[in-house]
């Protein structure tokens, strides 16, 4: 690490930095068209963590240790890995369909995307045009770990502190609108759910299993109860009680 | 003395100066270092285990058993290899090598010695340390969710599923825990190299005790107490070993998410748990029992801590914390789900936090005076333990007879039999009793054993 410090506050590039730039460049590529191409959801965000890894260990390379290593553990690591939870629990084979819904949205899109690169291209560019780079050696004079710290906790704190307390906001934000909060005299413990289940009136036993006694095994077919009664308790309350009919209970002949 | 000891200290810069071959048989050693120690860790498992249940364990295979492991390995590389049909082929096959991969790049950070001469070259025992080198180590150990949640998601099942996207959640918890009880060792230490971090444990302040040199405790297992037992607590959690092995847990989810997996690509999921378990016992070594640093009474010889002698404390430690987890496992049932979570998010967290903050006033207030000290400690310490004891205390509950609670049954309750209620004795038991002979005289001494 230290010697590639050096280096590149030397303005060189070593022959090792050189392999791997080689080697992951093409990855990272790789990486971000896939991420474009892939149809599946799952194939997609994997190809987008290859991009970041190689990502990260560019940084590494440009004598930015700290930042690479973020990069991995809070990208690939914590994001990402949100990511993947919601498209697997969405289920596997959800992938997109390439049917436009919208007529020339494909079209409209490259453009957009086209003028929005070159909108922020174009930005960079005049922004930074007559700055003059500090170069490594001033910006790592501490150490690198050191000099981000020291940025980070004195000159841009309250922009630090502005985006935590937003991050937190919408952390708690979401929280609000998805959790339900049962009230306190709601909660059941075991033994309100015990006097509950004893309580004249309902019957502590198990509900008897549809089908049971009936014509047929179906879930729709109620239980018949020891006189003959249909019992409405045997079948879930969403299903319409059918009965079968006598043509239907009667012997098909298709038995030998 | 001391000038011995610094001179054995690797810093940064010794680093990156070995010729290629020497850096070759580092990471060859590192490799067959995590190999091996899955290979000794499993039997060790199973013997300590077996030990603790008073039964033999593994003994028939090679001296003492030892080369059960071996003989189990062989037998699962020649199983049938099975993939269901349902998987996704490539993300099936890749889950197990990144969950080995993340688990043995972890080692290559850890520093198993101080300086010593190989072959003529003066190079520290350790394949490589960069400026962050325990950021490395946690990004290895992010990385290594995805085997399992992938694996989990490939195996195109809904068991395996579950089990991946459950164990994911729950090292993603522990990792955040984790994360802070590092904390505290990167402010004490100054450093988040891992060599730094083992060199500043060494240097310990002397203590004037009656006349004689004391050297107090420089190990961060002492220093920073809390954030120790919080990160081994998470190191379990996140190494999924029990009591916190709910991914898989045998009894409700078959093997979690390695049940559609078989032959070597089960065994690499094997290896990485038990490389896991090793790398994350070198970690907390590193972290806070001093590394390789002898502890006391060795470090009275002044050779203790030059040359190849360290790589033998450091190995006595990592056995001793791979034991713990083994008497862990041996000793404490399984959490359920949403206890464990609790624990991480609502007790290990909070208490991390306190302790962070605690600890940098600590460090803040060094420079002050006495006086400024005694006020900045002691006014805080006073406030909590005012509060500690006018904190409002539960209204007893007037306790309700039973009489009372029969009595408050509403009407055509299930009806309770007599509270005094009296069984007479079984005639037939009586009888029973009466014409058997005494156990013991007629049992003869072949059933004694039983």
Same mark, same amino acid.
């Given at each position: 690490?230290?010697?590639?410090?050096?280096?590149?506050?030397?303005?060189?590039?070593?022959?090792?930095?050189?392999?791997?730039?080689?080697?992951?460049?093409?990855?990272?590529?790789?990486?971000?068209?896939?991420?474009?191409?892939?149809?599946?959801?799952?194939?997609?965000?994997?190809?987008?963590?290859?991009?970041?890894?190689?990502?990260?260990?560019?940084?590494?390379?440009?004598?930015?240790?700290?930042?690479?290593?973020?990069?991995?553990?809070?990208?690939?690591?914590?994001?990402?890995?949100?990511?993947?939870?919601?498209?697997?629990?969405?289920?596997?084979?959800?992938?997109?369909?390439?049917?436009?819904?919208?007529?020339?949205?494909?079209?409209?899109?490259?453009?957009?995307?086209? !003028?929005? /690169?070159? &909108?922020?291209?174009?930005?960079?560019?005049? =922004?930074? +045009?007559? #700055?003059? $780079?500090?170069?490594? *050696?001033?910006?790592?004079?501490?150490?690198?770990?050191? !000099?981000? /710290?020291? &940025?980070?906790?004195?000159?841009?704190?309250? =922009?630090? +502190?502005? #985006?935590? $307390?937003?991050?937190? *906001?919408?952390?708690?934000?979401?929280?609000?609108?998805?959790?339900?909060?049962?009230?306190?005299?709601?909660?059941?413990?075991?033994?309100?759910?015990?006097?509950?289940?004893?309580?004249?009136?309902?019957?502590?036993?198990?509900?008897?299993?549809?089908?049971?006694?009936?014509?047929?095994?179906?879930?729709?077919?109620?239980?018949?109860?020891?006189?003959?009664?249909?019992?409405?308790?045997?079948?879930?309350?969403?299903?319409?009680?059918?009965?079968?009919?006598?043509?239907?209970?009667?012997?098909?002949?298709?038995?030998? | 003395?001391?000038?011995?000891?610094?001179?054995?200290?690797?810093?940064?810069?010794?680093?990156?100066?070995?010729?290629?071959?020497?850096?070759?048989?580092?990471?060859?050693?590192?490799?067959?270092?995590?190999?091996?120690?899955?290979?000794?860790?499993?039997?060790?498992?199973?013997?300590?285990?077996?030990?603790?249940?008073?039964?033999?364990?593994?003994?028939?295979?090679?001296?003492?058993?030892?080369?059960?492991?071996?003989?189990?390995?062989?037998?699962?590389?020649?199983?049938?290899?099975?993939?269901?049909?349902?998987?996704?082929?490539?993300?099936?096959?890749?889950?197990?090598?990144?969950?080995?991969?993340?688990?043995?790049?972890?080692?290559?950070?850890?520093?198993?010695?101080?300086?010593?001469?190989?072959?003529?070259?003066?190079?520290?025992?350790?394949?490589?340390?960069?400026?962050?080198?325990?950021?490395?180590?946690?990004?290895?150990?992010?990385?290594?969710?995805?085997?399992?949640?992938?694996?989990?998601?490939?195996?195109?099942?809904?068991?395996?599923?579950?089990?991946?996207?459950?164990?994911?959640?729950?090292?993603?918890?522990?990792?955040?825990?984790?994360?802070?009880?590092?904390?505290?060792?990167?402010?004490?230490?100054?450093?988040?190299?891992?060599?730094?971090?083992?060199?500043?444990?060494?240097?310990?302040?002397?203590?004037?005790?009656?006349?004689?040199?004391?050297?107090?405790?420089?190990?961060?297992?002492?220093?920073?107490?809390?954030?120790?037992?919080?990160?081994?607590?998470?190191?379990?959690?996140?190494?999924?070993?029990?009591?916190?092995?709910?991914?898989?847990?045998?009894?409700?989810?078959?093997?979690?998410?390695?049940?559609?997996?078989?032959?070597?690509?089960?065994?690499?999921?094997?290896?990485?748990?038990?490389?896991?378990?090793?790398?994350?016992?070198?970690?907390?070594?590193?972290?806070?029992?001093?590394?390789?640093?002898?502890?006391?009474?060795?470090?009275?010889?002044?050779?203790?801590?030059?040359?190849?002698?360290?790589?033998?404390?450091?190995?006595?430690?990592?056995?001793?914390?791979?034991?713990?987890?083994?008497?862990?496992?041996?000793?404490?049932?399984?959490?359920?789900?949403?206890?464990?979570?609790?624990?991480?998010?609502?007790?290990?967290?909070?208490?991390?936090?306190?302790?962070?903050?605690?600890?940098?006033?600590?460090?803040?207030?060094?420079?002050?005076?006495?006086?400024?000290?005694?006020?900045?400690?002691?006014?805080?310490?006073?406030?909590?333990?005012?509060?500690?004891?006018?904190?409002?205390?539960?209204?007893?509950?007037?306790?309700?007879?039973?009489?009372?609670?029969?009595?408050?049954?509403?009407?055509?309750?299930?009806?309770?039999?007599?509270?005094?209620?009296?069984?007479?004795?079984?005639?037939?038991?009586?009888?029973?009793?009466?014409?058997?002979?005494?156990?013991?005289?007629?049992?003869?001494?072949?059933?004694?054993?039983?």
């Amino acid at each position: 690490m230290t010697t590639q410090t050096v280096l590149a506050a030397a303005g060189g590039v070593s022959g090792g930095e050189e392999v791997t730039f080689w080697i992951l460049a093409p990855l990272a590529l790789i990486g971000a068209i896939g991420m474009v191409a892939a149809r599946n959801a799952v194939h997609s965000a994997l190809w987008l963590v290859l991009t970041m890894l190689c990502l990260g260990v560019f940084y590494v390379l440009q004598a930015g240790p700290f930042i690479g290593m973020v990069q991995i553990i809070v990208y690939t690591g914590a994001i990402m890995m949100l990511f993947l939870f919601v498209l697997m629990l969405v289920g596997r084979d959800a992938s997109d369909s390439l049917i436009e819904t919208l007529r020339g949205q494909r079209t409209a899109a490259i453009l957009l995307g086209l !003028g929005f /690169a070159g &909108l922020v291209g174009g930005g960079l560019y005049r =922004a930074l +045009e007559g #700055t003059t $780079a500090a170069g490594l *050696t001033q910006a790592n004079a501490e150490g690198n770990v050191q !000099g981000i /710290a020291r &940025l980070l906790f004195t000159k841009y704190v309250f =922009a630090f +502190e502005l #985006t935590s $307390a937003l991050l937190i *906001t919408a952390a708690v934000g979401a929280m609000v609108l998805a959790h339900i909060e049962r009230r306190k005299q709601d909660k059941m413990d075991q033994v309100a759910t015990m006097k509950a289940r004893f309580r004249p009136g309902n019957y502590p036993g198990p509900k008897p299993g549809p089908g049971v006694f009936a014509t047929s095994s179906s879930v729709a077919t109620p239980a018949r109860l020891p006189d003959g009664r249909l019992s409405e308790r045997s079948t879930p309350e969403i299903l319409p009680v059918r009965e079968l009919t006598a043509q239907e209970v009667s012997p098909k002949g298709t038995d030998k | 003395m001391n000038a011995v000891y610094l001179a054995q200290d690797p810093t940064l810069a010794d680093f990156g100066r070995d010729p290629w071959w020497l850096v070759l048989i580092k990471i060859v050693f590192a490799f067959v270092f995590a190999v091996l120690a899955t290979l000794l860790g499993v039997w060790f498992e199973r013997r300590v285990v077996g030990y603790m249940q008073v039964r033999p364990g593994p003994n028939q295979v090679g001296p003492l058993g030892l080369l059960q492991t071996l003989a189990d390995g062989l037998k699962m590389a020649f199983k049938e290899d099975i993939l269901p049909r349902a998987a996704d082929k490539v993300v099936f096959f890749f889950a197990p090598t990144i969950s080995v991969i993340c688990a043995v790049t972890a080692l290559s950070v850890v520093p198993f010695g101080p300086m010593v001469s190989i072959f003529g070259h003066w190079t520290p025992l350790q394949v490589t340390d960069v400026s962050v080198a325990v950021l490395v180590l946690l990004a290895c150990s992010s990385m290594g969710i995805y085997g399992i949640v992938l694996g989990g998601w490939a195996s195109g099942s809904t068991y395996p599923l579950l089990g991946g996207l459950r164990s994911s959640a729950q090292m993603i918890s522990y990792e955040v825990a984790m994360g802070l009880s590092i904390v505290a060792v990167f402010m004490t230490a100054g450093t988040m190299s891992t060599s730094g971090i083992v060199a500043a444990q060494g240097d310990a302040t002397q203590l004037t005790l009656f006349g004689t040199e004391i050297p107090a405790p420089g190990w961060y297992a002492i220093l920073l107490l809390p954030s120790f037992v919080i990160f081994f607590i998470a190191t379990v959690g996140e190494t999924n070993r029990a009591p916190f092995d709910l991914p898989e847990a045998e009894s409700e989810l078959v093997a979690g998410f390695m049940t559609e997996y078989s032959s070597l690509k089960f065994a690499l999921f094997m290896l990485s748990e038990y490389v896991a378990m090793v790398t994350m016992s070198a970690v907390t070594t590193t972290l806070f029992l001093g590394g390789w640093r002898a502890p006391w009474p060795i470090t009275l010889w002044e050779g203790a801590n030059s040359g190849w002698w360290p790589m033998l404390w450091f190995f006595g430690k990592v056995i001793a914390l791979v034991f713990v987890f083994v008497w862990l496992r041996g000793t404490l049932p399984r959490l359920r789900y949403d206890q464990f979570m609790r624990f991480g998010w609502k007790v290990l967290l909070p208490i991390n936090l306190v302790w962070i903050l605690v600890l940098s006033g600590l460090r803040s207030i060094e420079d002050w005076d006495t006086r400024g000290k005694l006020i900045a400690v002691g006014v805080p310490a006073g406030v909590l333990l005012l509060v500690t004891l006018l904190w409002p205390s539960r209204k007893p509950q007037p306790r309700v007879t039973v009489q009372e609670q029969v009595n408050n049954r509403p009407h055509g309750s299930f009806p309770l039999p007599p509270m005094d209620l009296q069984i007479p004795p079984s005639p037939r038991t009586r009888r029973v009793v009466a014409e058997r002979e005494p156990a013991n005289v007629t049992a003869g001494s072949e059933s004694r054993e039983v």
